[in-house]
Each structure stands twice: as structure tokens, then as C-alpha cells.
């Protein structure tokens, strides 16, 4: 919400600057989000008189201006403007002046003659026609500024002089004198070679000198449409120019800033749901007052009325739909004179944002504004049957916006019809059916208050939030229609907009009464901690307008009345708030709780991932956060069949877009995002995880299963297969899970993912924790990348399950180990895993350790075999082993080995 | 022989000075003291020698070898020395070639903050809670006072999964002062972690998933100017003690009286600079005494029992902590980004 500072000064005088005022207000509730001061960019811009004009003496089309500042001696500035005449007063931006967009103006020379500054069209001020409608410039098409666009075939001739024909009653005249009757007319006095004539225009290009195009019949002076003519034939016949300034009181040397509203400052506030009053330049006054407790000064709108007819033979309003409409009133103007609005209506509306357009719409605008009240214009010629009907919109029906748009309408919309037709949209936006025109004359004013439900579900159903909707939504004060539409046609009276017809039809659907609650200080300084006395809290309460109806301000609870615009205030809690507003939030002291102990913690659950995390850490794997969300053609990529049904997410019905469309039922498709994403970063190598979440179908409540993965990725150099399992191992070391095993995949549709050969499922006993492995080359591919991407996912239930017991001590070693190496040779087929249960088996009791340190395939062992190589530690725990007793263990070892497995001593 | 002794001695000694390394000296005890060496050989002439002469002649012997054993050890000794000064000489290394590397992994920033976080408040007491992201509008929004129509619950700013809007992603972790209420003994003081979800296009300070704590105590006599001093006090531990703090006035539905807590921009020191946007304060959280409306909906009496409660956004956290200028860079997950913290 934009708020005017003039606009409020009308209301409450506070001389605080922009800072501090925005303080103050930020600290008693109303956030203000910036301050604008409108005319900051312009300086040492006034208000200049032309006083001559001369030719210039290199230019065919600049003018040599004397102007008048207000200083002693005038200032000569050159302007390619044809627009001005002397005795026009115009902005002029003076030697060292700046204006909006950061422009600098200094003096120069232009084509030789000294200028000490500019004169300032209505672009060079950051205005346009919107807030000066007089402004508009109409050329003359002059003659002598004709350029042919075929040099051969000109139109008219170089030699054309006055009295001259140009077609039909169009002859060429020179002009020999120009005289200003007023804004944009003039009188100019004509040479037509046999005499002369005086013609009226509002041409204002035009001087002393000039050859033009002149309608005998029509005593007209000819602009570029008259002719037919393109712009590039008149290149210096353009709409555009010096901005005439026709404002009262006006003298040369005046600050410009003033003149054109620039003196404002806009303050922008951010204004809470609870708070729609505040949407409005009184309610924001009231806060205002109430911040500052400076006096509010509200004004009561008087309507002198009179206009002829008979407001209830004229209309007659009827709400069917009563439910969602708890109050519709409306008045009458007649004899209507769509015009531009005055200038300071413009300046205001323009300074809070909004566009002026024409005197009844920037009215209806003004109040909005001003009392937050929503208002719509009807043109009353377009109301069938002089009747107004606010009810439910027929299933199917139509009705064009004033946007132009076709809207079709459910049950659910609330309309403003007449007897045959809508004409509006209740709340949201007119009908183009019965929108004011520039010959409108008859209007009606209407200023309701609508279900805030009713007109936020319509709203949202065509896609189409105004700013009426807006505030509509919000759930307005149904007592402030009445103010509203009286204001309204006040000012339709005070711009001489038209006349307004006596009386008011004012439908009330429910009982105004006034709410009262009970104020009790002492819960409100248990809730706050304070110890505010009772009476400068019932004080800082009628601040607000919240009053307690008892004479003296009371010493305990008692009933106070809350403001009809404050919906908002229902229990303790809202006056609390109220009263700690005004006492000051940064006022309530700050203690520490007090209170019953409790015990803080992490659960065994956060611990866990708190382990896991460290582990992954140390063995050089970076923390990753990924999307929840992914795109359901992500199982596609990770090759998951088709009919697979974990693939069945929670889907999103209003997803940002494909890719964030489902809960993902696999960490993995996020893992490879980001895996490839640093890939394609060309990073060379990359070690993430993410203890992350899956969302199964399945949940209580309808809710999902979600579950945490500990998902880990990796790529580079030094990863392969065996390195991500030795971090897995680290991981399951760490934890103390018992009994850990790799086994191959169980043939899930899930190990599609995987390399089949080189990926293994994790096993604590009979517990599965999950799987690891290298991604499949066709999912890489999928993912783009043609090197070998490893991941792993590990189920944190199942790594809770894991968990070995807390570690008790075991003695350490009294007497020494005998250590053998062992190399054996056997089939290709034969796994490491198999030939280590060989070695425990054939072990007799001294057996501590078998570490693999070999593998070894080539020159030596014959095809299709390998030779594996053990480290084995063999240890006593109560004597010293002899080499006779080790030796006699690793026989045994080596019989085992290849009776099971075939595998033969190298 | 008594000459001889003397002689051996002398040349012994002198010998032994001279020694340039253990090996020279090793040879030279040989040469004097082995079993074929001089002063053997010396020795083995006693037995011509008289009876008389004998024992003065052995104790003469014994001196010499005592006198020339000290000798090699004294010289042995300060060989070892040198030997040992000029190995270490050799072994000398450039010590600014770059260590052998070990890869630690890294903390995400965002978890660096939010561990800072959660021990702070464990110490305070409180228990952490993790709830679902999945959740009921019930209880993200009905039971936190957002009544139907409140424009949170708008399609365009809430993700649902069912067109009756009852299944959604959390907006917020408030739901889980729901959860907690519902579940917990009184009194309660829990924080709350958590991914949130909204409808908001991704750019430099918005993304549709993001991280939020909740934080919650409800016990008797709970007041404002404990969430004040509990507050600040959070502050001070993550910005340093003395960071000024300031409370506004906000709208929560579901807190009332609301407010939301600045701390002084440490950029400009409260004078307004563009990191503040010349405010010279930065917004850091919301927080409020819970809605009295709140707590009777949990079948917590608003007359016996007051709480208070707070939401923090994580990432803003975080990135304020390590100065990161770009949400994105949060989940994008580089590891030149991930590896600076």
C-alpha cells in the first residue's frame, strides 16, 4: 500500500522526515517497506516566462529563447521545440540542474549560440499526457518544414506562396501573426496572397512566418492528417514539445517541483491480512494519529444533492443473495461531464500508483483509496429496467469485463445484474455492457460490502485478483459504505462532474451493533511479562478507537467497545497486542524462562545421522541437499521397469512444473542430478552424500511413508567399487553392526539402476541396509555422462537396526602372533567371500585375522584361474605359539580350501 | 715391556683421535684390544715375566686396556654424534613441498547453520522434533488459525495432492506445533527442523523447497518478555554478544501478539548501508505468544497455560552466516561451492 504524505496531511500533520517517520510506524505495527521522495531527482528545475524568440541563425527549425527565471537578467536557452510563443510560461531546467532518469543539464552551445539550459517537455519530467491531459500538442502541418519523400515528385512545390492551391478549398497561407486565446488555442492571423484571414486553431507549432495549409471553406489550418501526410514528410511537425504550464498563480522562478506534484513523498507500506483497514489513506491516518497521538481530523462528506428526479423512481436495487452481500448502497449522479480530473486529484492518484482517466472513474479511484472502500461506476442508460439485482450468477453465463474479456460464470460468482442481464462482477470488475463512456451522463454509484469468501473463490476461479477483489477479500467494514458513496458524490459536486440526486438506496442485510469485549490488564501484563499500569493501558487502547464506555478510565477489567473497522480485535490476545504496541515491543523487558527444567536432547534416531554424517565426512564425501521433488520420467532414466510399483509417488496437482511434479519414491534420480551437474562443471572428481527422505504411499492419515535414505555418490579418479565399499564398511564399522556381508543384488526391479556385475546389497545378518554399486552405463548414458558413477543407498531404519551394543573391552594380546602368507590358486569363479569362509572353517582356534593383499591372474596361473593371496594372523591367547602349532592351523587351512574350494596351495 | 705398554698407549690414543668414523675406530680397537692385537700381544709376554714383576706389569696392562676402552667409547660416543648430525643433515627435506592430501568431506552451509541452531537450544533445554513433510491442511493450517480463505491456502502459493486440498506439502514447520501439543506432556519446549514447501519460482532468493525451524514452549506463566529474553539470547550465541536486537509488531494467524525480530545490520551497524537496504536492521525471524485460539484447539487451557513460539528460515540463515549471495547456490550442490565450508 502506497500512501501520499500530502494526501495524509490532510488528515494528520506529522513533520517527521521519511526516515524516522518509517520508523516510528514500522515500531507501532505498520511496516514500511520504502520511502520515495517523488521530486528527489529533480533539481534547480522553475518555472521560466518566455519573454522573446528569434530565429536562429544557423537552424531552420531552433529557436533562440529570452526567458524570464525570475532573476534579474532573463536567460537565453536554444530549443528545437516549435510548440512555444512568447509570454508562455514552461519548466526550465536552469545551468546545473538534474532531472528524473539521472539527466545532468549544463550550459553549452548549440550550433554556436550559448544556452543556458532547457526547457522540459512533460517526458523529460518522468510525466506524460495521463497527468497533464492539456499538455497535448497538435501540430500544424507547415510547409516550410516539407521534406518530399520523392525529391522528384514533390507534393508541393519548394516554390509554393501564399494564395496558392494545393488541392480542392486548400490554399497555402503565411502566417504573420500568432496570438495565445488560452490552453492550446489560438488565434493566428493569415496571408492567403489576395488578403488575409484571422483562422481559430489549436495548432501550436505555429509563428510568424510560417507557410501553412489552409481549409478556406473550413477556415482551418491544415495538421499532417488534413493532408495525409507521413511524419517524414513534416519531420519537425511532431506531437511533441515543451510542456505550456497553465497552472494558477504560476510566476517565473518558482520551484517547478510543486508545480507538477513532485514535492510529494510516497511511502510504501506492507500491510498485514488482519489489517484491511489499513488499505486505505484514512486508516493508515488513524494509525498514524494513533503512533504519534497527533489529532486524526476526519471529514464528514456533505452532498448538496438536488439534481432533478426522483432517486427511487429512477432505481431500485434487489439482493437475492443477501448471504453475500451484507450491505449495498448507491447514489445518482445525473447531467454527467466526463472530463479530466482536477490536477491534484491527478497528482494524488498518480503518487499511490494509480492512472487518472477521467474525472467519474479517478473519483470512484480517489475513494478507494481514500476510505479503502471499493467503488463501481455504471453508466445508468445501460441498467435495463432501472433495477439492480445482486445475486448468483446463472451456471454458464456470460459477461464481457471491462478488460474486454469473455468471463463465463459458475454458481459460485456473485453478480451485479439488471433485470435482463449482469452488468458486473460483484466486488471483482465491471461489465463492459455498462462501463462509463465519454458521453455518459447518467451514473451510478454503487459502494457495497461482499462476502469476502464469495469474491476471493470468484476471483481465483477466472484467474483475475483486482485490486477491488483484493480488499474485497479481505473483508471490508460494512459501515464504511455509506461515508464512501457520500464522499464520492461530494466530489462529483466539488469538480462539477455532474449533479447528484437527493437520498441514498442503502440495503442492509444484517444488523449493525456495535462488539464489545472485556479488557482485563492483568492477563494482558501476565501475557506480555510488563507491569503497565490499568489506565495507561485503557489509554493506549483509545488510541485505537477501543474504548471503554465507563467515564473515568477503569483501574480493572472493563468492557470496551471495538471500532466496526477492526474486525480484527476479538479476545485478550488482540488487545494485548494493542496495548504493546503503543507501550513499545522493544519496551517489555526481556527475561529468561522460568519454570519447570526439561530435559534438552537428541534422540538415538538424530544421533545416528549425526554419526553417519561425520563418517561420510571423514571418508571425504560433501554434504548435498536436494529437491524432494523430481519429474516422474526420472524412473525412466534410472531404469525402472515400466510397471515397477514403486514408481506409484504422491503427485502434485498444482506442481511448479514436470520436474518438481512427485514425491520421489528414490533418492537416487537426485543423487545423479547433482553428480552429473559437477561432472558437467567439469569437477573432476566428486564425493556427496544426503541423508534424505522418500515419500512411499502409505502413510496414516493418508499421509506418505517417509522414510530417510543415507545416499551417497561419487565419481573420479580414485573411485571404484572397492573404495565406495570401503566407506560403506567404515560406516558399518562405526555403527558396530554385527555379522556384515555383501552379497549380490536380490533381483529387485530396482537393481536395473546398477551395474549387474559390480554391485552388491548390504547386509547386517539377515537385515538387508541396501544396495551400492556402479551406475549402469545406460543410466549414466541417460544422465549424460560416459565415465563411471557410483552410489549407494542405505536405509536408515535398517542402519538403526544395525547398531552393535555399545563396545566392551577386551583384553589385549599377552603373547605374540605368528603371521603366514598364504597364496592359493583357483578358479576364476571361486569369490574372495568364499575362499575367507574357507579359511574361518579350516581354522583350529588360533586363527585372529585373514587380510586378501593379492589378487594376481597372468603369467604363472594357468587361464581361467587366479592365484588370491591371505595375510594370516595366528595368536594363542594364554601362551606363545611354537612355528610347529601355526603350521599344523594353516594345513588345516589349506586341506579346507581346497576340498571346498578347490583352490590349491601356489 | 713397561715401555712398551706406555708406547702402545700413547699411539693408541693418538690413533683413536684420529678416527674419522665408527668403522676407523672399530679397526683400531681391533688392532690394539682385538684378540690379535698389540696389546694381546703385549700381554701374552707376561708369562716371561718374574713373579715379581708380574703383578705391577698386570696392573700396568689393565690400566692401559681400562684407559684405551674409555678412549674408544669417549670417541665412539662423539662419532655416533657426528654420524647421526650428518644424517640428519642429509635427511633434510624441503618442507614446503605440499603434504601427502587427506580429503575430509564437508558440512552443507546451510547444515553448519542449523547444527549451530540445535545445539544452542538443546543446551536451552528443548528437544528436537522431526514430523512429516507430507501433511494434513488440518494441521498446517486449521488448527494454526488460517481458517479457510486465508490466501496461504491459495493453489498458487501451497502444493496439494488431492482436489479436496486436505493432503499438501507443509508450508511451514509450524504443523508441528501442532504435533507436539498433541503428543507431548506439558510443559513443552521443542524446536523443530525442516524442509518447507511453497509455490515460488526459483531465483536468487526464492526456491519452492526450502528449510525452516520452529521453535516452541507452552508452560504456566509463559510471557512475552520470555520469548524477548530467549530470543536475544539465541542471538548473542549466533552473532556474538552485544548484537542488538529490535521486535516489531506482525501478523501471524496463529501467534497473537506477533512480532518479528531484526537484528542490527552488522554490515553498517545500523546505519544503513544496501545490505540492509538502508534500513539498519535485517529481518531475522517471526515469532509470537500462541494464539489462545491455537491452544484451546489442542485442548490446552489458555487460562492455565501461555506459550510462545518462532520460525526461523534457514537458508536466509545461512546465507547471512557465510555471506552467500545466491539462494541457488544453496542446492546446487557444486562442490567448489560445498567445499569452502
New interface residues.
Given amino acids: 500500500m502506497n500512501l501520499s504524505r500530502k494526501w495524509l496531511g490532510e488528515f494528520v500533520t506529522v513533520d517527521a522526515n521519511d526516515k524516522d517517520f518509517a520508523e516510528a510506524m514500522t515500531l507501532s505495527g505498520s511496516k514500511v517497506e520504502l520511502t520515495h521522495d517523488l521530486g528527489e531527482e529533480i533539481s534547480n528545475v522553475v518555472v521560466g516566462k518566455i519573454l522573446s524568440m528569434e530565429r536562429h541563425p544557423d537552424s531552420d527549425h531552433m529557436w533562440v529563447c529570452q526567458i524570464d527565471v525570475g532573476q534579474e537578467e532573463p536567460v537565453q536557452i536554444v530549443t528545437g521545440a516549435w510548440n512555444i510563443h512568447p509570454d508562455d510560461m514552461v519548466p526550465v531546467a536552469l545551468h546545473k540542474s538534474t532531472l528524473p532518469g539521472g539527466k545532468k543539464i549544463e550550459k553549452g552551445k548549440l550550433r554556436g549560440v550559448v544556452s543556458n539550459g532547457m526547457m522540459c517537455g512533460l517526458s523529460e519530467l518522468g510525466l506524460d499526457t495521463r497527468d497533464f491531459p492539456y499538455a497535448v500538442i497538435t501540430p500544424a502541418a507547415l510547409l516550410n518544414d516539407y521534406h518530399p519523400l520523392d525529391k522528384d515528385k514533390p507534393s508541393i512545390p519548394a516554390d509554393i506562396q501564399p494564395g496558392h492551391k494545393i488541392f480542392g478549398s486548400v490554399v497555402c497561407a503565411r502566417i504573420t501573426a500568432v496570438r495565445c486565446d488560452g490552453v492550446n488555442a489560438y488565434t493566428a492571423a493569415c496571408e492567403v496572397g489576395s488578403g488575409s484571414v484571422s483562422v481559430s486553431t489549436n495548432c501550436a507549432n505555429l509563428h510568424a512566418g510560417d507557410l501553412v495549409a489552409l481549409d478556406t471553406k473550413k477556415e482551418h489550418i491544415c495538421t499532417l492528417e488534413d493532408l495525409r501526410a507521413q511524419q517524414a514528410e513534416f519531420p519537425h511537425c511532431i506531437p511533441d514539445g515543451i510542456f505550456i504550464l497553465h497552472e494558477e498563480g504560476v510566476k517565473p522562478g518558482d520551484d517547478l517541483k510543486p508545480v507538477i506534484g513532485a514535492d510529494d513523498h510516497v511511502v510504501e507500506f506492507e500491510i498485514t491480512p488482519n489489517r484491511p483497514d489499513c488499505l486505505s489513506v484514512i486508516g493508515l491516518a488513524r494509525e498514524v494519529s494513533a503512533t504519534y497521538e497527533v489529532p486524526l481530523r476526519l471529514h464528514e462528506p456533505v452532498v448538496k444533492g438536488g439534481a432533478e428526479g426522483n432517486l427511487v423512481e429512477l432505481l431500485d436495487v434487489e439482493t437475492p443473495a443477501a448471504d453475500l452481500c451484507p450491505r449495498y448502497t448507491t447514489r445518482m449522479v445525473r447531467n454527467v461531464k466526463i472530463a479530466p480530473s482536477p490536477k491534484w486529484m491527478r497528482e494524488r492518484l498518480r503518487a499511490m500508483g494509480v492512472r487518472p482517466i477521467n474525472n467519474i472513474v479517478d473519483i470512484t479511484n480517489y475513494v478507494m483509496l481514500e476510505y479503502g472502500q471499493p467503488m463501481h461506476a455504471f453508466d445508468y442508460r445501460y441498467v435495463k429496467g432501472g433495477k439492480i439485482i445482486v445475486r448468483r450468477a446463472k451456471e454458464g453465463e456470460e459477461l464481457t469485463t471491462l478488460d474486454g474479456q469473455v468471463r463465463k460464470l459458475t454458481a459460485n460468482h456473485l453478480v451485479i445484474a439488471d433485470e435482463t442481464r449482469a452488468v458486473g462482477l460483484a466486488g471483482i470488475m465491471g461489465g463492459e455492457n455498462s462501463e462509463i463512456v465519454d458521453d455518459t451522463t447518467d451514473v451510478v454509484f454503487e459502494s457495497a460490502c461482499f462476502d469476502g469468501t464469495c469474491i476471493r473463490k470468484g476471483a481465483l476461479a477466472l484467474g483475475m485478483r483486482t485490486e477491488a477483489s483484493a480488499k474485497f477479500e479481505k473483508g471490508l467494514d460494512p459501515m464504511n459504505t455509506l461515508p464512501a458513496v457520500n464522499r464520492a458524490c461530494e466530489l462529483v459536486e466539488l469538480l462539477g462532474a455532474g449533479e447528484v440526486l437527493d437520498g441514498v438506496i442503502d440495503i442492509l442485510n444484517y444488523v449493525p451493533q456495535p462488539r464489545t469485549i472485556t479488557m482485563d490488564p492483568d492477563r494482558v501484563n501476565a501475557l506480555l511479562g510488563t507491569e503497565i499500569h490499568p489506565v495507561d493501558m485503557y489509554r493506549y487502547l483509545e488510541r485505537v478507537d477501543i474504548c471503554t464506555p465507563e467515564k473515568n478510565f477503569p483501574n480493572g477489567p472493563a468492557p470496551v467497545v471495538i471500532p466496526s473497522w477492526r474486525a480484527d480485535v476479538v479476545g485478550i490476545a488482540d488487545l494485548a497486542e494493542e496495548v504493546a504496541r503503543f507501550y513499545g515491543y522493544n519496551n517489555i523487558p526481556t527475561t529468561l524462562m522460568l519454570g519447570q527444567t526439561t530435559l534438552g536432547g537428541y534422540s538415538p534416531a538424530q544421533k545416528l545421522e549425526q554419526t553417519l554424517g561425520s563418517v561420510c565426512r571423514s571418508c571425504g564425501y560433501d554434504e548435498i541437499i536436494t529437491y524432494s521433488f523430481i519429474s516422474p520420467t526420472y524412473y525412466d532414466k534410472i531404469l525402472w521397469p515400466a510397471d515397477y510399483a514403486a514408481r506409484k509417488s504422491f503427485k502434485i496437482l498444482n506442481p511448479l512444473g514436470e520436474d518438481t511434479s512427485i514425491m520421489r519414491t528414490t533418492v537416487l534420480p537426485s543423487m545423479l542430478e547433482i553428480l552429473t551437474r559437477n561432472y558437467n562443471y567439469r569437477n573432476k572428481s566428486a564425493k556427496l552424500y544426503e541423508v534424505g527422505r522418500i515419500y512411499l504411499p502409505g502413510g496414516e492419515d493418508g499421509l506418505a511413508d517417509e522414510r530417510k535414505v543415507l545416499s551417497m555418490g561419487a565419481y573420479g579418479e580414485d573411485m571404484d567399487f572397492y573404495t565406495m565399499k570401503g566407506a560403506i564398511e567404515a560406516i558399518l564399522k562405526e555403527i558396530r553392526a554385527e555379522n556384515v556381508h555383501f552379497e549380490a543384488p536380490t533381483g529387485a526391479p530396482s537393481d536395473a539402476s546398477y551395474h549387474p556385475g559390480r554391485c552388491a546389497t548390504v547386509w547386517s545378518g539377515s537385515n538387508c541396509i541396501g544396495i551400492f554399486g556402479q551406475i549402469h552405463p545406460l543410466v549414466a548414458r541417460n544422465y549424460g555422462v560416459d565415465g563411471e558413477l557410483y552410489c549407494a543407498e542405505l536405509n536408515f531404519d535398517a542402519l538403526m537396526n544395525a547398531r552393535g551394543a555399545d563396545p566392551e573391552y577386551t583384553p589385549l594380546p599377552k603373547f605374540p602372533a605368528v603371521t603366514r602368507d598364504i597364496a592359493v590358486v583357483c578358479d576364476e569363479a571361486v569369490t574372495v567371500g568364499a575362499l575367507e569362509a574357507a579359511i574361518r572353517k579350516g581354522a583350529r582356534g588360533l586363527l585372529k585375522e585373514a587380510a586378501l593383499f593379492d589378487i594376481y591372474r597372468g603369467k604363472g596361473v594357468a587361464e581361467g584361474k587366479k592365484s588370491v593371496a591371505f595375510n594370516l594372523i595366528l595368536r594363542a591367547d594364554d601362551r606363545s605359539l611354537t612355528a610347529e602349532e601355526a603350521d599344523a592351523d594353516v594345513k588345516a587351512i589349506l586341506e579346507v580350501l581346497e576340498q571346498d574350494c578347490g583352490a590349491v596351495l601356489r | 715391556m713397561k715401555e712398551q705398554l706406555a708406547n702402545i698407549r700413547a699411539q693408541a690414543l693418538a690413533a683413536f683421535e684420529e678416527a674419522q668414523d665408527l668403522a676407523a675406530l672399530d679397526e683400531l680397537r681391533v688392532k690394539y684390544l682385538g684378540k690379535k692385537g698389540e696389546l694381546t700381544a703385549v700381554l701374552k709376554q707376561m708369562g716371561k715375566l718374574s713373579a715379581e714383576e708380574r703383578p705391577a706389569m698386570g696392573q700396568l696392562a689393565n690400566e692401559v686396556r681400562a684407559a684405551l676402552e674409555g678412549a674408544i667409547e669417549e670417541t665412539s660416543k662423539k662419532l655416533e654424534a657426528k654420524a647421526l648430525e650428518q644424517r640428519l643433515r642429509d635427511e633434510a627435506l624441503d618442507v614446503t613441498v605440499p603434504g601427502k592430501p587427506v580429503?575430509?568431506?564437508?558440512?552443507?552451509p546451510?547444515?553448519i547453520a542449523l547444527d549451530e541452531l540445535?545445539d544452542i537450544?538443546?543446551?536451552?533445554?528443548?528437544?528436537?522434533l522431526?514430523g512429516?513433510?507430507?501433511?494434513?491442511a488440518e494441521l498446517n493450517f486449521d488448527r494454526l488459525n488460517a481458517e479457510?480463505?486465508?490466501?496461504s491456502r491459495?493453489?498458487?502459493d501451497t502444493?496439494?495432492?488431492?482436489?479436496d486440498s486436505?493432503?499438501m506439502?507443509r508450508s511451514q514447520t509450524s504443523p508441528m506445533q501442532v504435533r507436539a501439543m498433541d503428543t507431548m506432556e506439558l510443559?513443552?519446549?521443542i524446536i523443530a527442523p525442516g524442509?518447507v514447501?511453497r509455490?515460488d519460482?526459483v531465483d536468487a532468493t526464492h526456491s519452492?523447497?526450502f528449510h525452516q525451524v520452529e521453535g516452541m514452549?507452552i508452560?504456566?506463566?509463559?510471557?512475552?518478555?520470555?520469548l524477548?529474553?530467549?530470543l536475544?539470547?539465541v542471538v548473542e550465541q549466533l552473532y556474538g554478544k552485544g548484537t542488538k536486537t529490535?521486535?516489531?509488531?506482525?501478523?501471524f494467524p496463529f501467534t497473537?501478539?506477533?512480532?518479528?525480530m531484526d537484528v542490527q545490520c552488522h554490515k553498517c551497524g545500523g546505519v544503513g548501508c544496501p545490505t540492509c537496504?538502508?534500513e539498519g536492521w535485517i529481518e531475522l525471524l517471526g515469532a509470537g505468544?500462541i494464539?489462545?485460539?491455537v491452544l484451546e484447539m489442542s485442548g490446552i487451557d489458555p487460562n492455565e497455560y501461555?506459550g510462545w513460539a518462532f520460525g526461523i528460515g534457514l537458508e536466509r540463515t545461512a546465507m547471512r552466516r557465510f555471506k552467500i549471495a545466491d539462494l541457488r547456490l544453496?542446492?546446487?550442490?557444486?562442490?567448489?561451492f560445498?567445499?569452502q565450508f
Fill in positions: 580429503k575430509l568431506g564437508h558440512k552443507h546451510m547444515y540445535k537450544f538443546v543446551g536451552m533445554g528443548f528437544t528436537v522431526d512429516p513433510e507430507v501433511e494434513l479457510e480463505g486465508h490466501p491459495d493453489w498458487s502444493f496439494y495432492f488431492d482436489e486436505r493432503v506439502l510443559p513443552i519446549r524442509r514447501y509455490k519460482e519452492p523447497m514452549v508452560d504456566k506463566n509463559v510471557t512475552m518478555a520470555d524477548k529474553g530467549t536475544n539470547t529490535r521486535f516489531r509488531p506482525h501478523h497473537e501478539p506477533s512480532c518479528e537496504k538502508g505468544m494464539h489462545p485460539r501461555s544453496i542446492f546446487e550442490n557444486d562442490v567448489r560445498l567445499e
